[in-house]
């Protein structure tokens, strides 16, 4: 499956200590958006300093207004609260969504942790309805234990 084949190129980018840590971030952002065909809209956002909000970290695809959100709004900020992975294979039946696109039909967010605290989060988008399977859960969840590492 096209998530075990990336999973060493996930470790050897991380550990690429010549690249700064956001070009590293920007590397994975660009081998997920060019290797998973339902992945339109790759990113990361962080935690704002003390501030209980978001900001936008590296990504590809689609420029955003997004920059910063606010904890508990839309499905970034509803996990930076939660702790939790959120999957939504319709965006249209989530009242807290943020609209990035019209041509976004389903999102998943997943957290990354750093001696056990919600630092941030891996968000991916996709044009394609409900495209995301518990298999997707499991290697984004590898790829921001990857992260944490170098955060």
Same mark, same amino acid.
């Given at each position: 499956?096209i998530?075990?084949?990336?999973? %060493? &190129?996930?470790e ?5 200590? +010549? ?37 936008? @970290?590296?990504?590809v695809?689609? %420029? ?5 959100? *606010? ?10 609260v939660? +702790?939790?992975?959120?999957?939504? %294979?319709?965006?249209?039946? &989530? ?15 997943? %957290? ?7 630092? @941030? &989060? ?8 409900? *495209? ?13 234990? &990857? ?5």
């Amino acid at each position: 499956m096209i998530f075990e084949n990336l999973k %060493p &190129q996930i470790e050897t980018i991380v550990l690429n200590k +010549n690249k700064t840590v956001d070009k590293r971030l920007l590397s994975i952002c660009e081998l997920l958006e060019a290797n998973i065909t339902y992945y339109n809209w790759v990113g990361f956002y962080f935690r704002n300093g003390n501030k209980e909000e978001l900001h936008l @970290g590296p990504y590809v695809g689609e %420029p955003t207004d997004h920059t910063i959100i *606010p904890f508990g709004k839309g499905i970034c900020g509803q996990v930076a609260v939660s +702790n939790e992975n959120f999957v939504v %294979p319709d965006v249209t039946a &989530q009242d807290n969504y943020i609209a990035c696109s019209i041509t976004v039909k389903a999102e998943i967010v997943i %957290p990354i942790f750093v001696n056990g605290e919600n630092i @941030g &989060q891996i968000d991916i988008d996709s044009n394609t309805p409900n *495209p995301f399977t518990e298999a997707d859960e499991r290697f984004l969840e590898f790829v921001c234990a &990857q992260v944490a590492m170098i955060l």
